[in-house]
């Protein structure tokens, strides 16, 4: 296999065949195409069926600290709702891995008052997520920039399934 990659030289591009027995390409599933078809690599499926698995999340507030950065993060799945729901699908409910940052850039406020309050708690909240599996999926193609174009709309099934389980998390 060759693989041809274009790298600055002096400040001009110079072409390199690199020869390997596999080449492979990790830049994520919304990179990945984009990064293929730049390389002039050509095949009908690049950038098409994207899988997301859409995701519901719910923060709970316990009556202790939880600390959820603290230990190890992402530590409980739920299989139970597998086979639930109108088609049979279901969904994972998995503990969130959260942090500081990502609490205080996810928790809902409309003043600084209420962002330091929200923050001051944050040691007892834990967010608990729902996973469905896409029944559609979706494309990415290269942007006009140079990034992604990423097309995917959360199809009316995974939608369902994902409100079930947001009021089935919030039974737990």
Known sequence: ???VVNVAGAGRPVTTVVHAPQVVVAAGALR?????IHSGIAH????KYLRLHPVAALAVRYPVPVETWKGPLQAARSLQFLGTGKRGRGFIVESAP???GLDASSFPWTSAA????MMAAARYFGPLIAIARDRGSGTVKPASNGGARIDYTVAHGDRETL???LVEMARM
Request: glycine share 14%.
């Open 1 to 3: 296999v060759g693989a």
């Open 32 to 36: 990945t195409p984009v990064v293929l």
């Open 44 to 47: 009908p499926a690049i950038g």
């Open 98 to 100: 959260t942090h500081l």
């Open 114 to 117: 209420q962002h330091a309050s």
């Open 163 to 165: 409100r079930l389980g």
